[in-house]
């Protein structure tokens, strides 16, 4: 890759705060520009001051951009080829809903500091030109498992891979670097899921809980949440996923997170997910999980932001 990418493409760490910002219909075009201006120089700021004091610790912050932010912002055109507002997509049962965002930050650190830290940054900068409608404090849990008890992320790009898959390449130049943003917050029912016997829930995933190994082609269910979303080796995305909770509203779910090359492959998993394959057979995974939320971001590559800084 020729332009420095942001850090979409590293590991999941411990902690996370994934925040999706939109701009306030009052604020004028103006101040919304200059606070966007601030807000690319802060986020290289960020990581920049993070990669020296703590180097070891795989801290980032990921800034990602809507459509229509892209449009009031008046930022380079053509747009992304693929940077358009997320469609719903619903399936017979289930439907991936679509909510609107125009900024998307995604802070990853070992300690809960300093995700609170470069939360608090990014809202002294934005806070009179918009508002923070989604805030999500996610945290690896145990041994890098979702909520639901099953190791999350095993299947994803590992090395070399994780560029190709999470990065837009030579096919749209003026973007090489970049990648496709796409969030959703799933709720899920944990009383329904911890009544399924742990066998079921096994077949629900498509793979063994303690183990985390795949189930054979003949064994494992057509209707398996790794059956439906692998929708084959040429087209993988980069997941990112992290649990939430609170145990006292019982808002309990996980918060999904994919950056890809490109976005058409994101979409075939959702169509796969909740419409099935073939139609009506839709990804069990689903009965147990709402998706609340649903949005398309474009992040830039980090000489783009140096640009978007003035
Ligand atoms: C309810 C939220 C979700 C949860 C809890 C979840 C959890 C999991 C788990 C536990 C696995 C198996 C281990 C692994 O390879 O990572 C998995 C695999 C996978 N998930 Fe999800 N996932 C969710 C939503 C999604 C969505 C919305 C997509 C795509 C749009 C997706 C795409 C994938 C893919 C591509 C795989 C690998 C399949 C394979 O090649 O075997 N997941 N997920």
Not at 39 to 58: E, G, I, T
Not at 70 to 76: A, E, G, P, V, Y
Not at 78 to 84: S, Y
Not at 94 to 118: K, N, Q, W
Request: hydrophobic share 35%; charged share 25%.
């Amino acid at each position: 890759m020729s332009a420095t990418s942001q850090a979409t493409t590293d590991a999941p760490n411990n902690n996370t705060i994934f925040m999706v910002w939109n701009f306030k219909a009052g604020a004028s075009t103006d101040t919304i520009k200059s606070a966007f201006q601030t807000v690319c120089a802060l986020v290289k700021n960020l990581n920049n001051s993070a990669a020296v004091r703590f180097p070891d610790k795989r801290v980032s912050c990921v800034m990602g951009i809507g459509y229509e932010a892209w449009k009031t912002l008046n930022l380079q055109t053509p747009h992304p080829k693929e940077l358009t507002n997320f469609t719903p997509i619903k399936g017979a049962k289930h439907e991936a809903v679509s909510t609107p965002g125009d900024l998307h930050f995604h802070l990853r650190g070992d300690h809960f500091s300093i995700c609170y830290d470069m939360a608090n940054a990014i809202h002294d900068v934005l806070k009179d030109v918009a508002n923070c409608t989604e805030e999500i404090h996610g945290f690896r849990y145990w041994d890098g498992r979702s909520i639901l008890g099953f190791v999350d992320g095993t299947e994803n790009p590992q090395g070399d891979k994780r560029d190709f898959f999470g990065k837009v390449g030579k096919d749209d130049a003026d973007y090489e670097g970049g990648s496709y943003l796409f969030v959703q917050k799933y709720v899920h029912n944990m009383d329904a899921w911890n009544e399924l016997p742990p066998k079921e829930q096994e077949n629900v995933i498509g793979r063994s809980r303690e183990q985390d190994i795949e189930m054979s082609d003949e064994v494992k269910p057509k209707n398996s949440h790794s059956a439906l979303a692998n929708v084959g080796d040429d087209k993988k995305i980069v997941r990112d996923n992290m649990p939430f909770v609170n145990t006292t509203t019982k808002e309990v779910g996980t918060y999904f997170i994919a950056y890809a090359s490109t976005f058409s492959t994101v979409q075939k998993m959702l169509e796969a997910m909740f419409i099935g394959i073939p139609t009506g057979n839709y990804d069990r995974i689903l009965d147990f999980s709402t998706a609340r939320t649903g949005s398309l971001f474009f992040v830039p590559t980090l000489d783009m932001l140096d640009d978007f800084s003035g």
